[in-house]
């Protein structure tokens, strides 16, 4: 599967190492394509950061300078400044220094962006659909993810919240099979409505956060930045790592559902993904990360 991790390994644990040493190509392909995904999303969310931070300063700390560039209060009139290349980098250099961890935090993981891009690429062509073709995952530059539109979905907890209070719901009122698959239905509807209308939301936002983002990557910091990744802000290795336990469990559930594997082959994913989930929760569980997240704290 991959090598031993001894907790004395948890001190120096790089995850984008274990995915790399881990020899079951389904898992090892299910978490790079995971993480590579996962480090565009903390960018940009890291960036969303830097840029709420900015709005709010604008909004709630003008300076004079700012202020007599708008002529009212109001989000809207915010974001149309924010829009004018010169305005929105002055109000980086006056309020972006209030996200400092966001900036750092992008620094750090464009670092690695392209490794594991390219790692993701290699690993998952070592795999295969349900028609015998081989997967693929094309590369792509940071501003692509950047200008691909925002698609927000109901997450399987939400899913599973929703199910479980209409059960609930319909053993109250004595409801049948179909009125409660309406119910259900119904709620899982209304659930990605509102999931349309943030996705909407920070759509129309993407640009300036793309701004921000490119305003941090070049903003002059004494900042001593990560070159292994057990050197990232604790709270992006344990979303990492999180993430890449349930990139495994989700390859060990499809791996049930398919008919193209044998049972030798789904048995080596389980005992693969069994061994991933005791290994990274091992990591996470570990005093020597429990120290580091305090001394972070």
Not at 22 to 47: H, K
Request: one cysteine or more.
């Amino acid at each position: 599967m991959s090598k031993t991790h001894t907790k004395s390994a948890f001190i120096n644990f790089d995850l984008f190492e274990y995915i790399e040493e881990t020899t079951n190509p389904t898992l090892a392909a299910a978490m790079a394509r995971n993480a590579a995904w996962r480090v565009d999303s903390l960018i940009q969310n890291f960036s969303r950061q830097i840029f709420k931070t900015v709005r709010e300063g604008l909004i709630n700390r003008k300076t004079e300078a700012i202020a007599s560039k708008l002529t009212r209060d109001g989000h809207a009139e915010i974001m149309m400044a924010l829009r004018d290349l010169a305005l929105s980098e002055e109000a980086f250099a006056e309020f972006g220094k209030g996200a400092p961890g966001a900036m750092r935090n992008i620094k750090d993981l464009i670092r690695f962006r392209d490794h594991i891009h390219e790692v993701a690429h290699d690993l998952v062509a070592l795999t295969f659909k349900w028609d015998g073709t081989i997967n693929s995952f094309p590369l792509e530059t940071i501003d692509q993810a950047f200008a691909r539109p925002v698609e927000m979905k109901v997450g399987r907890d939400q899913r599973r919240r929703i199910k479980v209070s209409i059960d609930r719901r319909a053993q109250e009122y004595n409801l049948n099979e179909e009125e409660r698959g309406h119910l259900v239905e119904r709620r899982l509807l209304s659930a990605q409505s509102e999931m349309d209308e943030i996705s909407e939301t920070l759509d129309s936002q993407q640009d300036i956060v793309f701004c921000m983002f490119q305003f941090a990557m070049h903003a002059d910091t004494n900042m001593d930045l990560a070159d292994k990744f057990y050197h990232l802000d604790t709270s992006v290795q344990r979303a990492l790592i999180t993430s890449a336990m349930e990139a495994a469990r989700r390859a060990e559930t499809e791996a049930a559902n398919s008919r193209r594997i044998s049972d030798a082959e789904f048995d080596d994913i389980c005992i693969g993904a069994l061994r991933i989930e005791r290994t990274l929760q091992g990591v996470l569980t570990s005093s020597q990360f429990a120290m580091r997240e305090t001394a972070e704290a």
